[in-house]
């Protein structure tokens, strides 16, 4: 009896919208003075977009380049676009963390931004107790007594020989010719851009994976090209 594989494919379209809205988050904060009202459960949202669209990379990486390429694609959008929305935000939250009083600036923000700004306002508030010297002092270390002073004899110097480590093997390169343009392909060593008719050396896992999509061909040692 044949056996029916079904690719289930990933809902690249839900990802985009998602995407959408954090840019226009990002948007509106920078355009804001104060901290925007931000949803409770905005971060384990955004935990969880990472770790499927990482498990989705993962899984199609031998199995549909094209898919693989896309994801990699949305999954750096996604990346760079948190980091400057985290960036903004918890510049104003900093900000906040200095002053006295800061309840009126938890009201909208996420639970796990609340307790940070609760441990950064604590921490400011120990930092300047330091500086002024009202509540925390530094301990003094007590000298020790005279009699008690040892003078220490250096450690005779022994010559021991470097170790020698084993050189990593290297995955052997095979000749391969490129038999359609491909887009853009991440790999360990380097990405590559992949045209019709291209010869090079690759590796042979890389060589493996192109091959079974109908990518690359394998062109003989000593064969006339």
């Known amino acids: 009896m044949a056996m029916v594989f079904v690719m289930i494919m990933i809902d690249i379209s839900k990802y985009d919208k998602l995407l959408e809205d954090l840019k226009a988050m990002l948007f509106s904060e920078r355009k804001s003075r104060k901290l925007n009202r ?11 977009l990472f770790v499927e669209l990482t498990e989705e990379k993962d899984r199609v990486v031998s199995s549909d380049i094209t898919e693989y390429m896309e994801i990699t694609k949305l999954l ?10 985290f960036q903004v935000r918890f510049e104003k939250i900093g900000k906040y963390s200095v002053y006295d009083e800061i309840e009126e600036y938890l009201y909208n923000m996420s639970p796990e931004e609340k ?38 004899e250096p450690p005779e110097k022994t010559i021991t020989e470097p170790e020698i480590e084993e050189a990593p093997v290297a995955e052997e390169m095979v000749l391969v010719r490129i038999i359609k343009d491909q887009p853009p392909i991440a790999q360990p060593d380097r990405d590559y851009y992949l045209h019709r008719n291209d010869i090079l050396y690759i590796s042979g896992s890389f060589a493996k994976m ?12 000593g064969k006339k090209l």
């Open 115 to 152: 307790n940070i700004m609760k441990e950064l306002n604590a921490q400011m508030k120990g930092y300047y107790d330091d500086f002024t010297g009202i509540t925390r002092q530094t301990e003094e270390i007590p000298e020790m007594p005279e009699e008690e002073k040892t003078v220490e």
């Open 38 to 48: 931000i949803e409770p459960n905005f971060y384990k949202n955004i935990h969880s």
């Open 76 to 85: 750096d959008e996604v990346r760079k676009n948190f980091k400057a929305f």
């Open 210 to 221: 192109l091959s079974s999509h109908g990518v690359c061909s394998y062109i003989e040692k």
